[in-house]
């Protein structure tokens, strides 16, 4: 049963690496076609991507967006969390649903509805605009975690506090956040690397100024290339950083 389990695992972990180790291959491939037979090593096209500026620009977007973004729908949903589970209001469940639902919603539907919205407002197609879209898909999963976190103990500690005299936001700042620390860290990776690999919301909410995702669209328009293959490594090595990141500081287990 043991060696099933282990073979199990390792089917599934190239079922899901295999494409990803074939991108990395590929992208050192010594030929204008990351196709087979491999023809050898070189880091020209690395180098190629990295000096390219509308790339670096792009990334740069890309890392804006995904941060700022991040924040804001973190913050929104900290709040939103902490205020529908301390407070007995009117229709909470139903408040938590409508918070929760854009996770069931298609991003193209998303992005055309904020598409529109834009147009009938006059407001220009920018990194803002597709900021806004993305702060709309990640703030109902920073909603969901937090308020999954939060539980009696610091309740307790919260009342404690303004018992002692503290303000409201003091309790929110100085005892509640800390307390959470770690489920709100998770969020906002996760919403960085969301935000950070977001194609359809980036693609119609912007213009001039893109984001990485739709810069490497562009390049895929006239053929793969190794060129492509190396921007896509770059890509997932980020997302990768992001992850062990998040494992290392947030579920690493405490002795």
Known sequence: MRVLSWVYLAAAYAFVFLPVAVLVAFSFQDGRLPVPPFKGVTLDWYA????????????LNSLIVAVISSLIAL?????????LAR????????????????????YLIIALGLLNLYSLTGVRLSLFTAG??????????????TYAAM???????????????????????????PMLAAPLAAAFFLSVTFSWDEFIIAFL???????????????????????????GS??????????????????????
């Open 48 to 59: 190629k991507v990295l000096g390219n500026d509308d790339l670096t620009a792009a990334l």
């Open 75 to 83: 913050t929104l949903g900290f709040l939103a969390a902490h205020a």
């Open 87 to 106: 407070i007995r209001l009117p229709g909470s469940a139903l408040m938590r649903g409508v918070l929760i639902a854009p996770m069931t919603v298609s």
């Open 132 to 145: 806004i879209g993305h702060v709309v898909i990640n703030l109902p999963l920073c909603f969901a975690i």
């Open 151 to 177: 539980g009696d103990h610091q309740k307790n500690a919260e009342r404690a506090a303004r018992d002692l005299g503290a303000p409201e936001w003091k309790v929110l700042t100085l005892v509640s956040a």
């Open 205 to 231: 909410l912007t213009r001039f100024d893109v984001t990485l995702p739709v810069e490497i669209w562009s390049m895929l328009k006239s053929g793969l290339s190794p060129a492509t293959n190396a921007v």
């Open 234 to 255: 770059l890509v997932f090595l980020v997302s990768v950083t992001l992850v062990i990141l998040l494992e290392l500081t947030v579920f690493r287990k405490r002795p």
